[in-house]
């Protein structure tokens, strides 16, 4: 994944719950391939109930540096903004736009802006969401995304499903598992909606 260091990302965000998991997504579009980079975060006194609960190692994912766990009974949204700082500091991965829900997030928004981060507001629902879900699932099928077989997000494609309207809209649903998580995934198709509306600005800056 070096090859996607000091350039340009696509940021998508699904907060959630404080006392879920949360998901942060850096999304680089490069050599036509999408790569992706994430990180969860966890609250630490939920955590030995999470990895019962769900059946999840988060314990060893956090090993491995793909989870962050945060001190206390729920997350600390200031982590993910520590992420998205450390993101650029060691990696020079400079974040243009970051796609977020607004439910429930003013506080966080807020003190992302303080840091000069661009924030782009995404509701979730198929009339966002349903076009770049639906290139989200054509790039996978064509293994056009590349994300260093982190199994947080396998685990949270696989436990998406799609909902379907009358118009051909779709949007991610849980599947069976209804307490399974899909937060990596609607954090993905988040920077798919921030990647389709900025789409022109942001090739031309890569080109750049």
Not at 117 to 136: C, D, I, W, Y
Not at 158 to 172: A, G, H, L, W, Y
Not at 182 to 208: H, P, R
Request: charged share 30%; aromatic share 12%; net charge negative.
């Amino acid at each position: 994944m070096e090859e996607i260091f000091d350039t340009y990302a696509i940021g998508g965000v699904d907060l959630s719950s404080t006392t879920d998991l949360t998901c942060a997504t850096l999304l680089i579009t490069k050599h036509n391939k999408k790569y992706v980079i994430q990180q969860y975060f966890i609250p630490s006194e939920r955590l030995e109930f999470k990895i019962k609960d769900d059946k999840i190692p988060y314990d060893k994912w956090e090993k491995r540096g793909l989870v962050t766990i945060c001190e206390g009974a729920k997350v600390n949204y200031s982590d993910v903004t520590q992420w998205f700082l450390r993101m650029n500091d060691e990696y020079k991965i400079s974040t243009l736009w970051i796609g977020y829900d607004p439910w429930n997030t003013q506080y966080w928004v807020e003190e992302m802006k303080e840091y000069g981060f661009e924030m782009v507001e995404v509701r979730q629902g198929a009339k966002t969401m349903s076009n770049p879900m639906k290139q989200l699932e054509a790039d996978l099928i064509e293994k056009n995304v590349i994300y260093n077989n982190n199994p947080v997000l396998k685990w949270c494609l696989c436990n998406t499903s799609v909902k379907r309207d009358e118009n051909d809209n779709i949007r991610p649903v849980k599947g069976q598992k209804q307490r399974a998580r899909i937060d990596g995934t609607v954090s993905l198709i988040i920077a798919y909606c921030v990647l389709f509306e900025k789409m022109n600005d942001y090739l031309a800056l890569q080109e750049g």
